[in-house]
């Protein structure tokens, strides 16, 4: 089992910067990935980092050279740095595990999950 919690959320101005947490506890190593959802819409993949060394990324088209995610495997910690935020940015992100995947770019490879943390942006 694995338990999830992010932190780092919050509101900024259009073409800021937020740095997103998420601290896991019990078993770790696995691939990690970062999710968002706007109200009414479907949960939706933004980051996701390999398995143990976290040796790949992969990034959605919409935060791709905006948004990196990073692994620290003695802090328990998998972190999403997002500069340049723009309105449609506005989200709850999630944090979730994959047990079973080298690297989880889809939804249903994912096991675990967060409780959320909204993050906001004005224009």
């Known amino acids: 089992q694995v338990h999830l919690v992010e932190s780092g959320g919050g509101l900024v101005q259009a073409g800021g910067s937020l740095r997103l947490s998420c601290a896991a506890s019990?078993?770790?190593?696995?691939?990690m990935g970062w999710f968002r959802q706007a109200p009414g819409k479907e949960r939706d993949i933004v980051a996701a980092i390999s398995m143990n060394d976290g040796r790949s990324t992969w990034y959605a088209s919409s935060v791709t050279g905006r948004f990196t995610i990073s692994r620290d495997n003695p802090m328990k910690t998998v972190d999403l740095q997002m500069n340049n935020l723009k309105p449609e940015d506005t989200a709850v992100y999630y944090c979730?595990?994959?047990?079973?995947?080298?690297?989880?770019?889809?939804?249903?490879?994912?096991?675990?999950w967060g409780q959320g943390t909204q993050v906001t942006v004005s224009s």
């Open positions: 019990g078993r770790t190593g696995y691939a």
């Open positions: 979730a595990a994959a047990r079973m995947v080298y690297m989880g770019t889809k939804l249903g490879d994912y096991q675990f």
